[in-house]
């Protein structure tokens, strides 16, 4: 995807084929969106995205563990906002739980902040005779079953990007309070005055010797990680990830490094491919192969080795620690024959690459009442079978990626749910795929830290 004269850009990805790509109602409108994005303020920082590099090269070391959770999709309006510190609240307990098993930080990444866009199985929908296109993620078309609603509207895509900011300003607003709660509470509770001097060396951290450039790790150092503390292992924020899925929101949004020269996708820290958009020589890998931002991409059971080999090649020509997850997603029953040849391909290669569990999307089914849902046991099952594999093939099992929500929504079966077991209508609130709800997430997170004292 380079020009004659070798570079890189980012709109190279229009000459070549893509994949779910949206057929937006209008050209003049589409085009008017682009030039707003483009002149909008970029909604991370370089100073961001490397710090999220460098946690993640610590994973790919074996020294960190890294938990990516979050929605399906994300809403709009006050419902993601107010969400934003349920989410930050799981995803922490869940790292800070995990960091006192292994005693090793934990990198915390949020499906947050532009999660909005969603690939589908079937392109239209029918009900009671009537088709229309399938909901694709509220930064594309709406829910309801109407033409109106259903029809891609590219002005949907400026709302996506303030969403967006909001969520990012939330971020900012509990990293903030957290840096000063973390800055207060040593000094008023310890009686010998021990932790005085941590509170001291904090304020070192977050006083004028650190630029104010409106960087979430220049707001609390260690953002993103769990890190040890008097008190026990603390956590410090997500970093936010999504699927680079809808290009035309994404190629506005990237940003040149003035000093480096370095391209980076300014919507989010960790953007990663799906499954079902992973071809090498398409679009969207081709995109995401010229940005400097640590990347990540699917691997689902159809996956061949050479298909992952050149995955490999391709976004991360230069072996380097930090850039490049793999997310295995290969379902219960295809965990097992698929995991190992994959793993010992890759480190064969030199790819010294984060190895990730999806245990959601390869174990979705149907109930017979038609919702579709995800059975723990099975997501155990897979959890299991890919610590195995990774550890098998002498590497490190790096990461869990789950979809949750902190809310007690009824989405997926219980442990030991039997066959005929569903799920009812009144808790089931998705947007899309079935979540765990905040005390699912958490049995599944005991199992992975069993897994990892193990
Ligand atoms: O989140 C992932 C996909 O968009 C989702 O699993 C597809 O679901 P579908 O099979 O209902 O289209
Ligand atoms: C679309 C998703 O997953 P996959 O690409 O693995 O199917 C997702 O993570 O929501
Ligand atoms: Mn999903």
């Known amino acids: 995807m380079l020009d004659p004269a070798g570079n890189w850009h980012p709109s190279m990805w229009r000459t070549l084929p893509v994949k779910h790509p949206t057929r937006w109602a209008s050209r003049p409108v589409l085009s008017t969106v682009r030039d707003h994005l483009r002149s909008a303020p970029a909604l991370t920082t370089a100073a961001d995205v490397r710090a999220s590099f460098d946690a993640l090269a610590a994973v790919s070391a074996g020294d960190a563990f890294v938990v990516q959770a979050g929605d399906c999709a994300e809403p709009f309006g006050s419902e993601l906002v107010r969400g934003v510190a349920g989410r930050d609240r799981v995803i922490g307990s869940m790292a800070t739980r995990l960091s006192a098993v292994l005693d090793k930080p934990v990198v915390t990444i949020g499906r947050l902040a532009g999660q909005f866009a969603k690939p589908r199985s079937k392109p239209t929908e029918v009900v009671d005779g009537r088709e229309l296109p399938s909901f694709r993620g509220l930064i594309i078309n709406g829910p309801d079953f109407e033409e109106r609603s259903r029809t891609p509207d590219a002005r949907r895509m400026i709302a996506g990007y303030y969403n967006a900011k909001a969520v990012f300003h939330e971020l900012h607003r509990i990293a903030h309070h957290n840096a000063s709660n973390l800055l207060d509470l040593p000094l008023l509770v310890d009686p010998t005055g021990t932790h005085e001097v941590d ?94 931002n640590p990347l990540a991409c699917k691997i689902g059971p159809s996956a061949d080795v050479d298909e992952v080999l050149r995955l490999c090649a391709v976004l991360d020509p230069h072996r380097e620690p930090g850039r490049l997850t793999l997310i295995l997603r290969m379902g219960r029953a295809k965990a097992d024959e698929r995991i190992g040849a994959i793993v010992s391909a890759v480190r064969d290669a030199g790819h010294p690459v984060v190895w990730m569990c999806d245990p959601m999307h390869g174990n979705t089914i149907a109930t ?65 795929d079935p979540r765990l709800n905040g005390s699912q997430a958490l049995v599944i997170n005991e199992i992975v830290g069993d897994l990892l004292a193990g």
């Open 199 to 292: 509170a001291l060396r904090h304020l070192g951290e977050h006083s004028s010797s650190r630029p104010a450039d409106g960087s979430l790790s220049s707001a609390l150092a260690g953002y993103g990680t769990t890190r040890r503390a008097a008190a026990g292992w603390q956590h410090r924020g997500l970093w936010t990830s999504h699927e680079a899925l809808v290009l035309d929101y994404e190629e506005p949004l990237v940003r040149r490094d003035q000093v480096t020269g370095q391209w980076y996708l300014a919507s989010t820290h960790v953007p990663w491919i799906g499954e079902r958009t992973r071809d090498v020589d398409s679009a969207h890998v081709r995109f995401l192969a010229g940005l400097s």
């Open 368 to 432: 017979k009442s038609g919702f579709k849902t995800r059975r723990l046991d099975d997501i155990a099952a897979e959890i299991s079978s890919f610590f195995h594999h990774v550890r098998a093939a002498g590497q490190w099992p790096g990461g869990i990626h789950l979809e949750m929500s902190p809310d007690d929504v009824g989405e997926c079966l219980d442990a030991g749910a039997g066959p005929d077991a569903d799920v009812s209508g009144s808790s089931y609130e998705t947007l899309c």
